[in-house]
């Protein structure tokens, strides 16, 4: 008999917590419907994510379109650009389930190349400087075109417009763009390789 | 005697200093050919100012700063500029640097050299200036540019200038044997370096207890002035600049701050005596004391070499013998890394040639797992957590990598030391680092690609509205010609008559526009005339069907002129 009034006791104190965390959870749904804003920030988190190239192979014109389209719901493996890496870290942010990268918007290349104008073929057409997304060329109308190739996403959408198939995307040198981050990377292989040479244990002569 | 304090960590190893410390300062032979990368300084690579096949002499300027950060590059001898490329460089990341190749002509023939009778009668900036023009750059290893070094822009005063010979790196003598030899030039580098201060700055040299002899040459130089000699004790590294900071002014730099934060400048002795030589001497910074080193050199000892020297060069003065090499170290043996082949040059930042016997070295054994045994947290000199960072690192976890604090390692290689796994510990906390500042990158160019895609965004936003705004007012000022026209006032043909006149006697001009322009048309009419006069004296041998249309045209400019005149006598009269 001695055990009733505390099985009660457990059962009106699960209730209790039963009810509040019912409170709670209807206020944070109606915050969440409420206020609009939230859609905004979360849009600005996942194109923080994504890798600014800008190339449209996700079928929106650009990566903040991008980003509204999966705030809105649409698949997050669509960026062939960002990888795997990138698809991971939406799938963390978003809370879903991570997906393989959609073959049908293109495939993951690990060297970022960037586009180099041939400049003496170069006929002045400014077709590829109004392809460009991030205004990384410069040239006017029958002068010749160059790319600013710090500023160069390689989201390769000059290539196709080029009416004398001037422009070559080329693996990104040592010595800049945006590729600099790449070469660091390659450069982490030496510093492996270069181990720690070994000790001199003792003290000679 | 001023207080020291005493740092955390460090690691007592056998110091192997006495072999290359018992010849002096050698100056080797001229190489044949000099390899001078344009990357031997913290910040951009120089842009080379000389082309190949040009010839330069020596001292003269071969590579500008590209940037706000560098140290210009200079020819160590004169010659002929052979090439420009990427050749192999004693770097860490085994990467190729961008190289000047001088073929040498054996001459030495000098540049102008700018020397100052009293740098005393220089200001601050005029010094610092000359110091950057001399391409000087941390020779302690850093490179770090001296002259951005002596120049803090919006820090507190610099109260103390320590100068850091401590030299602690087993194997390494060359500062030691600079301070043996030199020290009476050393002391008045020291004084330059007062001197742009203010002369108000405490100076103290901080060396190490092991070298008595650098002591009392340092001693005897600076007998006369306020400068503070002061012994620490024998540890590896004590010559880290934070511990250095530390040990002798009891503050500890924090993390991420530059030691002109806490008003301190921290330099190294042989960047000491380069400023000296290019104040004082007017000598740009071409060469440098390098030790060549380890049981494989016949003689070891320290060499006065040119920058760009392929160290093979050096290896061969001192009678390397290649069968009983190990391998081949840049810098000292227990934070120096293997060199890729023995081309490469000596730059401004290398101290220490190893060439190890091949007992000399235990080879690395192989890595085995970390038992946690904690040894590495206590030799760790910038009492960080090692095993933790390992377990980070190996993790490739960036964000707890940067929580426990991986950019204050100074990769002193202690930890290294004393690991009974034998696990290169620096070499993952070197990849780390490499990958946090990849990502950091690649973070800020993405960036920079959002702010320009947004800019053209709106860019084309605004030209679209502005052409539709431009063709709304275009249609809206074009009258459809079946639109009713505006209903036009009915006036009396009187009115119509008196408008027309009001408009008529608004148009009449003044007297004086009136004789104003005509005086204009008789002179127009004057030149006219003498013109065509010209033109038919000109022509006199000219056929006679030219010289009459030239005296018709001559006429006809008389004519007019004529009732020009007799216009404007009409006008001032009446």
């Known amino acids: 008999m001695g055990e009733l009034p505390a099985a009660s006791a457990y059962l009106s104190t699960s209730a209790v917590l039963l009810g509040l965390t019912l409170i709670c959870s209807a206020l944070i749904g109606c915050a969440w419907a409420r206020f609009p ?18 190339c449209g192979q996700c079928g929106h014109p650009g990566c903040r379109p991008y980003a509204e389209a999966i705030a809105d719901g649409q698949p997050i493996n669509r960026c062939p650009p960002g990888g795997q890496a990138t698809i991971d870290a939406l ?54 075109h160059t790319v600013i190739i710090d500023q160069c996403t390689g989201c390769d959408l000059c290539v196709e417009p080029c009416p004398v198939d001037c422009i070559d995307m080329l693996p990104v040198s040592i010595n800049g763009g945006q590729g600099v981050a790449s070469s660091a990377l390659l450069a982490t292989s030496n510093i492996i390789a270069h181990r720690h040479p070994g000790q001199a244990l003792r003290e000679l002569p | 005697m001023s207080r020291i304090w005493e740092t955390p960590g460090g690691i007592y190893p056998p110091a192997n200093k006495r072999q290359s410390l018992s010849l002096p300062i050698d100056y080797p032979q001229l190489p044949e050919r000099l390899v001078v990368p344009l990357d031997q300084h913290a910040g951009r690579p120089c842009r080379a100012c000389v082309e190949v096949g040009q010839q330069v002499l020596k001292g003269e300027l071969i590579g500008v700063v590209d940037g706000a950060l560098g140290a ?49 009668q220089m200001s601050a900036p005029q010094l610092v200036d000359r110091i950057a023009q001399s391409g000087i750059a941390g020779m302690g290893g850093g490179g770090f540019p001296t002259a951005a070094k002596l120049t803090p822009n919006g820090l507190p005063p610099i109260a103390t200038i320590i100068v850091n010979a401590t030299e602690c790196e087993p194997y390494v003598t060359a500062d030691e044997s600079l301070m043996r030899e030199r020290a009476c030039e050393i002391i008045q580098g020291i004084d330059i370096l007062a001197h742009i201060h203010g002369n108000r700055a405490r100076l103290v040299i901080g060396i190490e207890q092991s070298k008595p002899e650098a002591l009392a040459a340092l001693r005897a130089a600076c007998a006369k002035s306020a400068m503070e000699i002061v012994e620490i004790p024998r540890k590896y590294p004590s010559g880290g600049e934070r511990q250095l900071i530390y040990a002798l002014t009891g503050k500890e730099l924090p993390s991420g701050d530059i030691p002109a934060n806490i008003g301190v400048i921290c330099i190294n002795v042989a960047t000491v005596y380069a400023i000296k030589r290019a104040v004082i001497d007017g000598e740009p910074l071409i060469s440098r004391v390098v030790t060549v080193t380890g049981g494989a050199c016949a003689t070891q000892r320290n060499y006065q070499a040119l ?12 009678g390397v013998n290649n069968n009983r090499l190990n391998q081949l170290i840049m810098g000292g043996s227990i934070s120096g890394f293997k060199l890729p082949s023995d081309e490469v040059p000596v730059v401004k930042t290398s101290y220490c040639i190893l060439a190890p016997d091949i007992d000399e070295f235990a080879p690395a054994p192989p890595e085995r797992a970390c038992i946690r045994c904690g040894r590495c947290a206590e030799v760790c000199p910038a009492s960080l957590l090692p ?88 249609r809206s000022a074009a009258v459809p010609s079946n639109a009713p026209r505006a209903p036009v006032a009915r006036l009396s043909s009187a009115d119509i008559i008196a408008a027309a006149q009001n408009r008529a006697a608004s148009k009449q001009p003044t007297v004086e526009q009136t004789l104003d322009k005509l005086q204009r048309n008789i002179s127009t009419l004057q030149n006219r005339l003498e013109l065509a006069e010209q033109r038919l004296v000109a022509a006199s041998d000219d056929p006679l069907n030219k010289q009459n249309s030239l005296r018709a045209a001559v006429e006809g400019a008389r004519q007019k002129l004529q009732r020009a005149e007799q216009r404007l006598t009409e006008q001032a009269h009446g």
């Open chain 1, 91 to 144: 799938a963390q942010l978003l809370g879903v389930e991570s997906l393989a990268l959609d073959p049908e918007h293109g495939t993951e290349n690990p060297e970022i190349s960037v586009a180099y104008i041939r400049e003496d073929e170069c006929i002045g057409c400014t077709k590829c400087i109004q392809a460009c997304p991030v205004d990384a060329i410069v040239g006017a109308t029958k002068l010749m």
């Open chain 1, 37 to 54: 804003a939230d859609r905004d920030r979360r849009i600005v988190d996942i194109d923080d994510l994504l890798p600014q190239t800008q």
């Open chain 2, 72 to 120: 210009a590059v200079h020819a160590p001898s004169s010659g002929t500029v052979t090439a420009i490329e990427p050749r192999p460089a004693g770097r860490l990341s085994g990467r190729p640097a961008r190289c000047i190749e001088i073929a040498t002509d054996g001459l030495e023939r000098w540049t102008r050299r700018p020397c100052v009778a009293d740098y005393r």
């Open chain 2, 387 to 474: 095993q933790q960072l390992l377990w980070h690192a190996k993790a490739a976890n960036h964000q707890q990598l940067e929580e426990h604090n991986l950019v204050d390692c100074i990769e002193c290689s202690a930890c290294n030391y004393v690991c009974p796994s034998h696990i290169p510990l620096v070499d993952y906390y070197r990849a780390g680092k490499v990958h946090i500042d990849a990502a950091r990158q690649v973070k800020s160019n993405a960036a920079q690609a959002r702010q320009r895609f947004e800019f053209r965004q709106l860019r084309l936003a605004r030209l679209e509205r502005e052409q539709s705004q431009r063709r709304a007012a275009r």
């Open chain 2, 307 to 318: 920058i760009g020297t392929p160290i093979k060069h050096l290896l061969r003065h001192s």
